[in-house]
């Protein structure tokens, strides 16, 4: 019969002797204990995976360079527009970079017109006609509007009393 005097037994059944019990080893490393050749854990967020990956954000972002709606853009890579609109609320970078797409390909067509009108004179008519400045400036020409008019009240309110 054999002696286990001075040997315990681990978790696992195996009997371990005491005479290293001085120098202590791991058989389990902890999550901390990493040694330098392996690769860092992997944040895992769990759950779901996302529909929009980082390709699928850059075909949405040149969709909206070429003028697509962000529902046509989502029609476009097969997701519903909602996940869309969500993930450029989860994300303010890639909204941000939604949102300058968006510009430029509103500009575009524009831009066409513009070098058009240089050459053709019904192009230049059209957008004579038809171009509208940014709503900032219209903001900016209606609040000087409603200044003018208020001037003008004042001033005939003032004619009026005098009268």
């Not at 769990?46 to 853009?73: H, T």
């Not at 230049?124 to 003008?152: D, F, I, Q, T």
Request: net charge positive; charged share 35%; proline share 7%.
């Amino acid at each position: 019969m054999r002696s286990d005097a001075g040997a315990s037994r681990g978790v696992d059944g195996a009997v371990r002797s005491d005479a290293g019990a001085s120098e202590r080893v791991d058989e389990f490393p902890t999550p901390h204990s990493e040694s330098p050749t392996s690769d860092p854990p992997s944040k895992s967020r769990g759950g779901r995976p996302r529909v929009l990956d980082n390709a699928k954000k850059a075909k949405i972002i040149a969709y909206f360079e070429m003028g697509l709606s962000q529902r046509q853009a989502a029609g476009m890579i097969g997701v519903d527009p909602r996940t869309v609109a969500n993930e450029r609320k989860r994300d303010p970078d890639f909204d941000e970079e939604c949102l300058y797409a968006n510009r430029r390909g509103a500009c575009r067509p524009l831009l066409k017109v513009i070098q058009a009108s240089n050459r053709s004179w019904r192009a230049a008519a059209w957008l004579v006609r038809n171009h509208k400045p940014c709503p900032e400036v219209r903001r900016e020409e209606s609040e000087e509007r409603e200044r003018e008019a208020a001037e003008g009240v004042g001033r005939l309110s003032k004619f009026m009393v005098t009268v």
